[in-house]
């Protein structure tokens, strides 16, 4: 489809598109001290958005030029990113570390990353890749360090943009080999010449395929492209630490999903029950090893943390190994496997930030010791916290049980070569209970209890209700997010 009928069909986006540059002129016109309205407008402009996204009908196709597709798989990935960002907008508006800040163009960049996100989900062309990744990253290299008075996050940008330019600059040069060897960038066109091209390419191919996988995982915090993953994290304002722990993990997981399925695929590869590959290489126990990686070493590092902060951005390397393990199978139940683990971990893990930021404004710290007793000075935070924690864990009845159970079944449905990574990942799960528990034991087994009970401020209150009724919820009936997943698992394929 070519540009001028694709802007029919890309409403949703330039719906964000005007709601951005509104938010960049409305701020011109706004004193600093009051340049938190334009996250409202922001707000306003996601929700229009989301409306679009959700009653469009339009038939599977590619848009510009087969850049981009529009499909329901890119549209449920595009929902997720919108509902973390609402949250994460409302949670910035009582974030006191953006006190003094003006904050107009937080939420500015905020909505380019969100349509940084959007073309990532849905791209289907190397160039379009690389755009889409550069834009999630340049935004999110700001946001991180968007604290200029501080110390922490100025150090966290600048390890960030390292980081980002270092692996950007490898899967650059693996997106040209591949163009090299199919001679377009477009992937249904790449995967048909490694069809044809009968293993003469295996050696630059592999080489090629590996340095893509550094620009992947680096989005996902996938070892060993995590390095940056816990100083930024710890470095960030509270807020933007909680959306990247979500919104661009599913984002690049929505890549890391439709690149092998199309490109290392034989394009209907999810119509079967397990990996159909155009090449004889090992990927499916290449990705199930990275997958084992991930998970043992965001474990194992997170029961070292002294701080919460920095223990949940371990925690969100491990998720993205649970995660990963589903890939290698690449059956329609493994993939739906993660759409819905996704669902899952976004309510559990904002959840759990937004306790951290609440604690963070009251004591200006992050620290085990600052919790200690919390469980009695504020009940309901307490209370919260534990069903984030034992939902991150992974136990019944949690929506995070759920998204396990689903993992797992997905992985051992896989055949018995799989039987090894469902082994790992339950022994991975047993370690989380151990740092995660930890958290609950300070609030309520150290510390003096308090005669005084503290609430939270009704912002906060809301976030917390607003994930944690769902963190409940969805273990007890979790039959309308398999609806929706089951109804979203349709996506463009073509078979040249």
């Known amino acids: 489809m070519n540009n001028l009928q694709s802007l029919s069909l890309y409403l949703p986006e330039l719906i964000l598109t005007v709601t951005v540059l509104s938010a960049i002129v409305f701020d011109l016109f706004l004193p600093k001290e009051k340049s938190p309205k334009v996250g409202w407008l922001v707000f306003g402009g996601l929700i229009l958005s989301g409306m679009a996204i959700w009653v469009q009908k339009s038939p599977t196709t590619t848009l510009f030029m087969d850049a981009i597709v529009l499909d329901p798989f890119a549209q449920f ?26 904050q107009g163009e937080y939420y500015s960049l905020l909505g380019i990353l969100v349509f940084g996100l959007f073309l990532m989900v849905s791209s289907v062309d190397l160039i379009s890749v690389y755009l889409s990744l550069e834009v999630v990253s340049i935004m999110s290299f700001i946001l991180s360090g968007y604290l200029k008075n501080d110390k922490r996050s100025n150090e966290s940008a600048l390890k960030y943009v390292i980081y980002g330019a270092f692996s950007s600059g490898v899967m650059l040069y693996g997106m040209s080999l591949i163009y090299g060897i199919a001679g377009s960038t477009n992937f249904f066109e790449i995967q048909n ?177 600052d919790y200690s007793g919390l469980g009695w000075k504020m009940p309901i935070l307490g209370i919260v916290m534990t069903v984030f924690m034992v939902s991150l864990t992974g136990l019944p009845p949690t929506a995070g049980f759920i998204g396990k159970f689903y993992i797992f079944a997905s992985v051992i449905k896989g055949g018995s070569q799989f039987y090894w990574l469902a082994f790992f990942g339950a022994f991975n799960s047993v370690i989380s209970l151990y740092y995660y528990f930890r958290v609950v034991k300070v609030m309520y087994l150290e510390g003096a209890k308090s005669d005084i009970i503290e609430s939270p401020n009704q912002p906060i209150l809301g976030l917390l209700l607003a994930t944690s009724v769902p963190s409940l919820f969805l273990g007890i009936y979790w039959q309308p997010v398999i609806k929706w997943v089951e109804n979203s698992f349709h996506f463009f394929t073509q078979i040249l």
């Open 77 to 102: 990935f595009k929902l997720l990113i919108i509902l973390a960002t609402l949250f994460v907008i409302i949670a910035s508006q009582v974030n006191s570390e953006l006190d003094g800040y003006s």
């Open 193 to 369: 010449q490694l069809v044809g091209g009968g293993g003469e390419y295996h050696l630059i191919f592999v080489i090629a395929v590996v340095m893509i996988l550094v620009g992947f995982g680096y989005k996902i915090s996938m070892v060993p492209f995590h390095f940056w993953t816990p100083d930024v994290y710890e470095g960030a304002p509270t807020t933007i630490t909680a959306f990247l722990s979500v919104a661009p993990k599913a984002g690049g997981l929505a890549l890391f999903i439709r690149f092998f399925h199309q490109v290392m695929g034989d394009g209907v590869a999810l119509e079967g029950n397990g990996f159909l590959t155009t090449t004889e290489l090992p990927w499916p126990q290449m990705v199930a090893v990275l997958a084992v990686a991930t998970m043992t070493l965001g474990n194992l590092v997170a029961l070292q943390q002294k701080s919460i902060k920095r223990m949940l951005a371990y925690s969100s390397i491990a998720h993205a190994g649970y995660m990963l393990m589903a890939l290698p199978v690449l059956s329609a139940d493994g993939i739906q496997s993660i759409m819905i683990y996704l669902v899952m971990y976004l309510f559990m893990n904002l959840g759990a930030f937004f306790v951290v930021l609440y604690v963070k404004n009251k004591t200006g710290n992050e620290t085990f010791e």
